[in-house]
């Protein structure tokens, strides 16, 4: 097993098509599929599709030319690639199913991890019948409340990738604006068309009674758990969503109120607008909650206009504190699901984790870090209920590479590995980077990069190749990250102590 060898830079300049009109040119693959493949980090399955036959050695590559960036995607090469450099280091073949995806929710059967989470994604009948015709497992629905919902236009914003993908997203959407009555009409449809399919339903209520009646209502129209939404970051006046969570005497007050109201299990969704998770995590069990789910989207401004002085979304002159959500949250998701996993108070409450999950790899991080489940909307926001097809395929490959029975088998299995302070860490090891001559093109930053923001260590020799000064090295591997081309690999250890002049000053090319 191995890393993929094919990336985002390989094909920086797709787009990403609907309908796209590179497929619809190719008579023997479907291009646009395959490329999302490669996009999304499931090269090897996307190898493994390809035709016994070689159709693209010697083809006029009309995919190319259809392009909406004509010929600025490099599609035949990919191909190629694709078939040549990666199917024959492949030893495993397609599984034959996704019967290794199968898991539970609170004992409630999943075909597979992956939920949608409460937004805007899951928020109306035929959009939850779309993405469960897609794949998903099922879809926790737009939070569902008894007040008025009116709101703001434009309501997004967004930090982007030097291609113009999110990396980060921020909202200042608020709940469903539906009616009560509306939505336990919509429950009822999806679990009559869709009896397999997991209906999470989210909640929020004003008081004690409207946090049971609503649970009431959602159980008796169909759904199969409870999401409590204690963490809306745009939702806190009047003590709402993320004032909630921020108090664990409320949590605990208000999922006892909902657990009244249903015998569902029950999911208390926790605000990472916190120091630490754990107080309110600790409550809601006590309350009567089954599980956890996190994060929700983190308070932020994302830019100030330098014309208009107003933050990002602009509305009418004036903007507003919003919740953060995309891959960019990602690393903070991961570290508030690690402390709720090595809770021994929490111990055995399901986790539904999010937060930043656009491919099978960024879910399989939730996993071993102890999710059951994954919940995702800002990379759906982006590019659309088909992500699910990758997700799985991603998945489902590793895992039978791997020997699992089942993800179930996966998850928790990182949690003994992480350490909520660093003097737990060896540190009388350097570990050396090693450069790939045949991949560095000589371009010297990694020089720059150690010189203004390392330990001095690399230079260029007369043939731009770079040379490490063993003395000066620490190890800290700050030019393996920002390496173009990826020609900067984890080399031979060091032992630091004790320092010899013998190993301390020669130069490693």
């Known amino acids: 097993m191995f890393e993929s060898i094919l990336s985002r830079s390989d094909m920086i300049r797709c787009v990403l098509c609907q309908d796209a ?98 937004s805007v994604v899951a928020s109306t009948y035929d959009m939850c019948a779309r993405a469960f015709e897609a794949g998903w497992a099922g879809a926790c629905f737009k939070t569902i409340c008894s007040f008025e919902i009116h709101e703001a236009s434009p309501r997004f914003s967004a930090i982007t990738g030097d291609n113009g993908s999110i990396i980060g997203f921020k909202n200042i ?36 009674a409207e946090w049971e009646e609503l649970a009431r209502q959602c159980e008796q129209s169909g759904a199969d758990a409870i999401e409590l939404n204690f963490s809306c970051p745009n939702m806190a006046d009047g003590g709402l969503g993320s004032d909630i969570g921020q108090v664990p005497e409320l949590v605990e007050r208000f999922t006892a109120a909902a657990r009244r109201g249903t015998k569902l299990p029950i999911l208390a969704k926790l605000t990472p607008n916190v120091a630490s998770m754990l107080p309110a995590g ?18 932020s401004i994302t830019g100030i206009n330098p014309h208009t002085y107003v933050s990002a979304p602009a509305v009418h002159g004036m903007s507003a504190v919003g919740g953060y959500s995309g ?33 099978w790899r960024d879910a399989l991080d939730f996993i071993l870090l102890g999710a059951g489940s994954i919940q995702v909307t800002t990379a759906v926001m982006q590019y659309g209920y088909r992500i699910i097809e990758d997700l799985k395929a991603g998945l489902n490959y590793y895992l039978a590479e791997k020997g699992f029975r089942s993800v179930k088998e996966a998850v928790g299995l990182a949690l003994s590995t ?31 990069s150690c010189a203004d923001g390392g330990h001095q260590a690399i230079r260029l020799n007369g043939e731009r190749r770079p040379m490490l000064n063993g003395k000066r090295c620490v190890g800290c591997h700050l030019c393996v990250l920002v390496c173009p ?25």
């Open 327 to 359: 891959n960019a949250v990602k690393p903070i998701a991961l570290r508030f699901l690690a402390e709720l996993g090595q809770d021994p108070a929490l111990a055995g409450m399901h986790i539904s984790g999010m937060g930043g999950v656009e491919t």
């Open 418 to 448: 992480v350490s909520e302070t660093t003097d737990v860490l060896e540190r009388d090891t350097v570990v050396l980077p090693k450069f790939l001559r045949e991949k560095c093109v000589g371009c010297g930053r990694c020089a720059i």
């Open 173 to 208: 959407e608020q709940l469903s604006d539906h009616s009560v009555a509306e939505n336990m009409i919509i429950f009822r449809r999806l679990k009559q068309n869709y009896p397999t399919k997991f209906i999470l339903a989210s909640i929020m209520g004003q008081n004690d």
């Open 21 to 118: 009109p590179c497929s619809s040119a190719c008579t023997r693959l479907d291009p646009a599929a395959l490329l999302r493949g490669i996009w999304f980090r499931n090269d090897k399955t996307a190898a493994l599709r390809l035709p016994e036959s070689d159709c693209c050695r010697g083809c006029d590559a009309p995919c190319e030319a259809a392009c909406v960036r004509p010929h600025e995607v490099p599609i035949q090469g990919l191909m190629l690639r694709l078939r040549e450099e990666l199917r024959p280091r492949l030893e495993l073949p397609l599984p034959e199913d996704e019967g290794l995806l199968r898991t539970e929710l609170c004992g409630v059967p999943l075909e597979n991890p992956f939920l949608l989470s409460s």
């Open 282 to 299: 600790e409550a809601a069990r006590r309350g009567g909650a089954d599980g956890l789910a996190a994060i929700n989207t983190i308070k």
């Open 485 to 509: 081309q990826n020609a900067i690999r984890p080399g031979r250890k060091r032992i630091t102590k004790p320092k010899t002049e013998e190993n301390s000053d020669r130069e490693v090319n």
